[in-house]
């Protein structure tokens, strides 16, 4: 709900997410939020369809250490066993990346 450059983001993501929705390709958003209220509207507004989850706790979450987030925003692609393929892929290197996997 506070970080500029994922709000900027978020539309790939939308973009992508609705482009592979159905070819078995899933987002779970993870939020380095604090204020529930803030956060759960920013999913809405940006239209956030997938699971969400945050612990609200910024910086000291979980997630942070689990997957080595040093900025934000933060992508880590996932197969279908949760080993690691991609990181920090954006815009048109997401796509891109997305595309390669689908076909």
Sequence with gaps: ???GPCIQEMPNVVKAYDKYKNKD???VGVSL???EEKW???VKDLNMTWPQMSDLKLWES???G???IKSIPHTVLLDKEGKIIAKDLRGEQLEEKL???ME
């Design 33 to 35: 939020d604090k204020d």
């Design 1 to 3: 709900s506070w970080c």
């Design 99 to 101: 595309a390669e996997l």
């Design 66 to 68: 689990l997957y080595a």
């Design 40 to 42: 759960l509207q920013g």
């Design 25 to 27: 390709f899933e987002i």
């Design 62 to 64: 979980e997630a942070v």
